[in-house]
């Protein structure tokens, strides 16, 4: 009995010395490559991966490529491309396209796309009415007849889509410009303004309505006026004649009409006259 607890004794003692010294959850303390009680023995540890000394999360510290404990181990660890300094939400930074604490890297990571600040282009504004310089619009009320007016005035007036002309001054305009076929092949329709050229002047005429019998609104008579003052400002025209335009047999009221004239053509250095009997 006492011989076999000696034996058993013997074998515990017998694995101690062969069990190693080395300690992989504690690579703070020194690391003997020669395994304790085996002297022949040179193969060392594998190195512990999980507890390396390298960090990808703090880019700040130096970076040992030599592992702890390992002063022959050269091999550096794989870069942490989730952790690269490499931003695409601010590009306006340098981007240091070597990672950090590795010198040797050249190539520059992929761009995460998803996550560029990417904007739409807003879409291109129209261009502007080129208004006159001057800024000396003018706007004066005489008693007389509208075609008493200098020849070198242009004329305006107000019109249905189906140019009938046939009642108020339109009837006037028809004799004296005639020119209907010419307005009717222009096709315009409730708020433009078509264009005759008589004499060396133009002749507007805003359409207001569709038909001879209907009467017009005020946003369509603005809307005409502002198609005749694109037209006026592009060709230049200094001076203008018309009567009280949708204030006649139209019944809309003519001071709310002047309104909207002085509103529609103050950047502008037009004169109007506006005649009255």
């Not at 060392?44 to 702890?68: F, G």
């Not at 890297?105 to 796309?113: F, G, M, N, R």
């Not at 800024?135 to 004066?140: A, M």
Request: proline share 8%.
């Amino acid at each position: 009995m006492m011989e076999m607890e000696k034996s058993l004794a013997r074998k515990a003692t017998k694995t101690q010395r062969e069990r190693p010294a080395f300690h992989m959850r504690d690579s703070t303390k020194p690391q003997p490559w020669k395994l304790e009680g085996n002297p022949t023995e040179t193969k060392k540890p594998r190195a512990d991966i999980s507890r390396m000394a390298y960090s990808m999360r703090d880019s700040t510290k130096p970076q040992p490529w030599k592992l702890e404990g390992n002063p022959t181990e050269t091999k550096k660890p794989h870069a942490d491309i989730s952790c690269m300094a490499y931003s695409t939400r601010d590009s306006t930074k340098p981007q240091p396209w070597k990672l950090e604490g590795n010198p040797t890297e050249t190539k520059k990571p992929h761009a995460d796309i998803s996550r560029m600040a990417y904007r739409k282009h807003p879409e291109p504004l129209k261009a502007p009415i080129p208004y006159a310089k001057g800024r000396d619009f003018h706007l004066k009320h005489v008693k007389g007849d509208l075609f008493s007016c200098p020849p070198t005035d242009a004329l305006a007036h107000c019109i249905s889509e189906d140019c009938r002309m046939g009642a108020g001054i339109a009837v006037i305009f028809k004799k004296k410009f005639g020119g209907v076929q010419e307005l009717l092949m222009q096709k315009k329709t409730t708020g433009d303004c078509a264009v005759l050229k008589r004499d060396g002047r133009f002749v507007y005429y805003l359409i207001t309505k569709m038909k001879v019998f209907h009467k017009p609104t005020y946003s369509s008579l603005k809307s005409s006026l502002e198609a005749m003052k694109m037209h006026i400002v592009r060709n230049e025209v200094k001076s203008l004649s018309m009567p009280r335009i949708g204030c006649g047999l139209d019944r809309l009221n003519w001071e709310q009409v002047s309104r909207m004239i002085e509103d529609l053509f103050k950047d502008t250095d037009i004169q109007i006259t506006i005649y009255s009997l």
